[in-house]
C-alpha cells in the first residue's frame, strides 16, 4: 500500500482498520470474563429485585459464569438500567375496555445493561426490549439479555 493509500484509508474507513485489527487475532475481553458480579438496582421504574434475581439465575443455568458476590472477586461487574411499564389492559370481555380493575396488565419495558471489567471500561453492552404482550417482563429481559451475552462469549471462545 502506498501511503496515498494507507492515509485514505485511515481517514475514511476506520471500519476497515477495526475489522482488521479482530481477524489478525485481536482480543476479545469477553472470552477471558468467568466470574461475574451482578448490580442490585437497575433503576427506579422497574422491580430491580426480580430482576436481578432472574438475571442471576439465568447466568448460573448458563454454566458459563460463575455469580459472585462483591466486585472484589469478579471478572466483570453487570449493570444496567430498567423500565418497566403497563401498556395496557387485557381483558376478554371486549365492554371492559382499558379499565385496571377489569382487566391484566400487559406490560413493556427495556433493559440497557454494560459488563465492564475491572478498570471500568465497558467490554460488552446490550439493549433488551421486551417483546409484545408480556405478563412477566422481568423474567423475559433477564432472558434475553443473557442469551445474548452467553452468545457474545461464545464467539469469543471461538477465535
Known amino acids: 500500500m502506498t501511503k496515498l493509500q494507507r492515509l485514505f484509508v485511515v481517514l475514511f474507513c476506520p471500519a ?5 485489527a479482530a481477524q489478525e487475532g485481536g482480543a476479545n475481553p469477553l472470552s477471558s470474563v468467568k ?3 451482578v448490580m442490585d438496582n437497575f433503576g ?3 422491580d430491580s429485585s426480580a430482576l436481578r434475581k432472574d438475571l442471576v439465575n439465568d447466568l448460573k443455568k448458563s454454566k458459563l459464569f460463575e455469580v459472585v458476590e462483591s466486585a472484589n472477586q ?18 376478554l370481555n371486549p365492554r371492559a375496555g382499558v379499565n385496571p380493575n377489569r382487566g ?12 465492564k471489567d475491572k478498570t471500568g471500561e465497558t467490554i460488552w453492552s446490550y ?7 408480556t405478563t ?22 471461538k477465535k
Open 16 to 20: 476497515y482498520l477495526l475489522s482488521n
Open 35 to 37: 466470574r461475574i458480579f
Open 44 to 46: 427506579q421504574k422497574a
Open 74 to 91: 469478579a471478572d466483570a461487574v453487570l449493570t444496567g438500567t430498567a423500565d418497566v411499564y403497563v401498556k395496557s389492559y387485557f381483558s
Open 104 to 115: 391484566e396488565p400487559i406490560y413493556g419495558g427495556s433493559f440497557s445493561v454494560e459488563l
Open 127 to 133: 439493549l433488551s426490549t421486551s417483546r409484545s404482550g
Open 136 to 157: 412477566d417482563p422481568s423474567r423475559d429481559l433477564a432472558k434475553d439479555v443473557v442469551k445474548h451475552l452467553v452468545n457474545g462469549s461464545q464467539k469469543a471462545d
